[in-house]
């Protein structure tokens, strides 16, 4: 059975149901073990007029569906859903094969980033790996690799929900807010691995924002134990995403958020730096400094880590906004390597802060940037249609301006 609506007969007062029934009917689909066809019209679409795509769990996704959609709607496209593909099950030896993202055909616009195929495949593995339900994830989200951080988050948030069992690899706490506007925060353990590994599976899910916390190795001698660090760009030596993302590619986080971050570290009156962070696979980095000294220094690095340019790098591929807040741990280089003992202290001293940070950062956003948060770098020039949101502009532009491409 098909549902249909043509937008540019429906007024803007009965849009929003009309909406919310094409996503029941795709739940419904996806219940009765069918992936979800949707076909979108765009009359005023000169290359694109018509595109078509299949998903999993839109439940999953209701709160962007509906967004994007909306946004669809309220220019007259006409939209249709109906049963799609016999879903297939993850051990059928065909699930493999569509997995494949290197598969893009630049002949035609795509409507989604991800396949059914893999979009089931990222939900499964983040039910594994959080012990949560991907309908739990709020649309801002905030990695660490430290349980100190999920204790002050909830203890900020008093009401969080985790996960189901102890144990799971990479624990996720969320704060729930009607139309996933609250904040999940995930543990995502140490390294550039497991940082490729949870941004690879939240990026279906469409947040509007990652935030990494976490600590770093400050380079620069007026760096103090407690700084905090902004990163402008990032050195990748993390090696995870070479083959996907040459390193000739620039990855910088997003404007808008570390201007946010700046504005809360100069109202509290912290310190901070904001540059280039160097992140490595190398753990012990430290104990082979001639190998990468010359690296620190052309690249004016001033912190070195082991996630923040993975998240940044998989933010950039997939079109989610991301920054960095890290703060200065110990300072190798000036004869003051993390111990034990100053460890414990510091954790203590910053752990705090550092959540409420980042919650208040997300906040704002919520606040500010309702519709998603401005992203134009992230676009490509075969941006899908359900990819990175660039929002109406608030008025005309003016002479010499150009208006934005919905594709």
Known sequence: MTLSADFSAISDGQQAAAVGELCDAMEAADRAGRYPRLTVERPWSAHNPVLEGEFASPRAIRWYLE???GRL???????????????????????GAALDESRWDLRRKKLFLFSPERMALSIDRLRHYTGTAPEMFQRYVLLTNYSWHLAEFRAVLPGCTGPDADGRQMPAWHYQLPERAGLTMVNIGVGPSNAKTITDHLAVLRPDLILMIGHCAGLRNHQDIGDLVLAAGYMRDDR???????????????????????GQLTSRGLRSRMGIVFTTANRNWELQLAMVAGQ????????????????????????????TLLAVSDKP???????????????????????????????????????????????????????????????????????????
């Open 67 to 69: 967004r994007e959609l």
């Open 73 to 95: 709607a309220a220019r007259g496209a006409r939209m249709s859903v109906c049963p799609g593909r016999e879903a297939v099950d993850l051990h059928d030896p065909e699930f």
């Open 240 to 262: 995870v995403l070479d083959e996907m993302l040459p390193l000739s590619v620039p990855v910088v986080a997003n404007h808008t958020l570390n201007s946010l971050l700046l």
């Open 296 to 323: 620190l220094q052309a690249s004016r690095a001033l912190a070195v880590d082991m996630e923040s340019a993975t998240v940044a790098a998989n933010g950039f591929r997939y079109r989610i906004p991301t920054a």
């Open 333 to 407: 280089l000036h004869a003051r390597p993390k111990h034990s003992a100053d460890a414990q202290s510091f954790y203590a001293a910053s752990r705090r802060q550092h959540v409420e940070i980042a919650i208040a950062v997300a906040g704002e956003v919520r606040r500010l940037y309702p519709g998603g948060l401005p992203a134009a770098d992230l676009r490509s020039a075969d941006e899908p249609l359900l990819g990175t949101t660039v929002p109406e502009p608030a008025q005309p532009p003016g002479p010499g301006e150009a208006a934005p491409d919905p594709g």
